[in-house]
Every structure is written in C-alpha cells, then in structure tokens.
C-alpha cells in the first residue's frame, strides 16, 4: 500500500493532474471574512477543517507523487474583487513555476462583460482556460446560450479550455455537490460543440449515456476528468467510462488539497486497462489538450 508521503513508481513520461487548486496564502487567516462574501467559498469552506493550499504546497505534493504537471484552478468565486486577488495569484504561480503549473481563470459567467474582461486579461497574462465553473453557488445556468455565448466567444478567441463542475443525480449530499447534472452539461456540449469542455468528476456520469448513439457522437472531444474519484465511485469506474467514451477522453485529476493525486494515480495503475490506456489518462490526453 502506498503511504502519503510515499513516492509513487514512474511508469510513463509525463503524468498530470489536472483538476487543482491553490490558494492565496492570505486567505485563510482571513477566512471568515469571504464565508460571507463569497457564496462558493462559504459552500466549500463553511468547515474551518477545509483544507486550503498553496503553490508551493502543491509542488512539494506534486514532487511527492510523481506528478510532472499540475493544473490550478479557481472555484467558482462569486465575489469579483476576490475572484481577481486568486486570479492574480495563479498568474503568479504559473509565471514562478512554469514547467509545473498551468493555470485556469476562476470567473462567473453571471458577471456579464465583467466575466469576459477578466478572462481577456487572464488569457493574456498567460491562463489557458475557465474554470471550475459552479453553476449552482455562481447562480447562473450553464446550459442558457445566451448567459454563456460572450464567455465561450472569448474561449473561442483565445483557444481557451472551459472545465465546469458536474454532479451526480443520485447518492450521498456534499459540500459543493450541487445540480450541474448530465442533462445541463449535455446541453452546454450541444451549445457549444467546437469548444475545448472538460466536464469535472466524471461529467456527473454523463459518460454512461455514450451507450446512445446520438450522445456519444456528440460527446466526441469532450473531456471528463477524475477529480475526487476516490470520494465518489469504485475503482471499476476507469474501465468502465473508458469502454463507453474512449479512455482518450479521460483526464486524471485529484480535487488536491481535497485528495492527493497519488490515490487517483494507483487506482489508474491498478486497473485492468491496457497500458497504452493507462499512458493516456495519466497524461497523454492532457498533454494533448494542452498543445504540450
């Protein structure tokens, strides 16, 4: 059994996790203050017991891991002037480590020209996408065109990732789990189908709809990553998307500080893809994504 502080065995070149987040280091001791200004923030962090990291927590994780590329995201703020602070710090951090981290924007589409001011300049500070959307704590509806044409217009400009948060319609209540179910981001797909979508915690299931025909074909280039898999399904779930979607859609990500990648990682490991499966979920897809 691997230990936390264990390393983990390289078997490919690159491995990436990419579904992350990092944190101002001056949040936390400011904590009660954004529980009340930030709606997404008070969700996640409501328990003082939430766990917060840094970049240099992350890297130091990452070195303990074996992950070569980490991608750092936002969470959805709702509050503005917050939302730009944590933005300024993943451009910080991309620019301090950037062999190490690549760095998603956290936005609310809700914002209006606001939202595509913010994602201009984030993509021109270096970020290469939007994310994680929370349609739910952010109050907007993700699969309305007319609330997300003027963001994805900007992803289109830019040549910009979007990864939004998914839930499952069924099981256990969680923090953040809201009702971006597989028929919202179904709809999202179908709004924007040349768009780069990565769907988080396997797109709330929306993979076992690839049995239909007409939602497989459409699903083609969309992406679904692993984010707190190890919270939500058992480890037949590698196996099982990828026979139903292709494991060339399937992104590894830990949710980090949430669960660390070393979990998601041996669960890859230990599954009964083939290697050449395994490769590409570990990092293959995302490098691909990536343009690395």
């Not at 994780?61 to 995201?73: A, P, T």
């Not at 994680?132 to 109050?139: A, G, N, S, V, Y």
């Amino acid at each position: 059994m691997v230990s936390e502080t264990s390393y983990v065995v390289r078997s490919i070149p690159l491995i990436v996790d990419f579904h992350t987040h990092i944190y101002p280091p001056w949040l936390r001791p400011r904590r009660e203050e954004y529980l009340g200004r930030d709606a997404t923030f008070g969700e996640l962090f409501a328990s003082p017991n939430a766990r917060m990291a840094t970049a240099e927590r992350l890297i130091r994780r990452m070195d303990e891991d074996g992950v070569d590329l980490s991608v750092v995201m936002g969470v959805g703020w709702t509050d503005i002037e917050l939302a730009r602070a944590a933005n300024e710090y993943l451009i910080e951090a991309v620019r301090k480590y950037p062999d190490r981290l690549v760095g998603l924007a956290g936005v609310n589409p809700a914002w209006g020209q606001m939202a595509v001011e913010e994602v201009q300049r984030c993509a021109e500070s270096g970020l290469r996408g939007i994310g994680e959307l929370h349609p739910d704590t952010q109050r907007f509806d993700l699969s309305d065109l007319e609330t997300m044409a003027p963001l994805m217009e900007v992803v289109r400009e830019y040549g910009l990732i979007v990864t939004a948060h998914s839930s499952e319609p069924v099981g256990h209540e969680y923090a953040g789990k809201g009702k971006t179910h597989p028929e919202v981001l179904w709809r999202f797909i179908r709004n924007f189908p040349d768009a780069s979508i990565v769907c988080a915690h396997w797109g709330g299931g929306l993979p076992f709809y690839g049995l239909m025909s007409e939602v497989k074909e459409r699903l083609c280039g969309v992406y679904f990553d692993t984010a707190a898999t190890t919270l939500l399904y058992d480890a037949r779930i590698f196996e099982t998307v990828s026979s139903l979607v292709g494991p060339e859609q399937v992104l590894m990500g830990s949710d980090y500080p949430l669960v660390r990648a070393h979990r998601v990682i041996r669960e890859v490991e230990s599954s009964g893809l083939p290697r050449s499966a395994k490769d590409m979920v570990l990092g293959e897809n995302a490098a691909r994504l990536l343009g690395l």
